[in-house]
């Protein structure tokens, strides 16, 4: 069986106060999938899901257990290394 793992970036919060800039924390990247086409989007709005007419969301951080048509678009895509075996 194989799992994505979605991807994530760590990003500090956006704050003046100088204790709390320090603070980092990981920020998924959504992966959206329209037929064999792959985008990412790191800030993404509840239209542009829903509307979007999208085959396959995967919210970055989260875990999905793929199909084989699933790995093998993803893996074409460049984001093999966010596939695991389980």
Sequence with gaps: ??????????????????LLSRYRQD???TLLVEG???TQ??????DTLINGGWD???MGGHEY????AEV???TDAGYGAYIHDV
Excluded: A, Q
């Design 1 to 18: 069986m194989k799992v994505l793992i979605g991807p994530t970036f760590e990003e500090n919060l956006w704050t003046n106060n100088i």
């Design 27 to 29: 920020r998924g990247i």
């Design 36 to 38: 064999t086409t792959v």
């Design 41 to 46: 989007v790191t800030y993404e709005y509840n």
């Design 56 to 58: 396959y969301i995967y």
């Design 65 to 68: 257990v793929l199909s084989d």
């Design 72 to 74: 093998t678009i993803l």
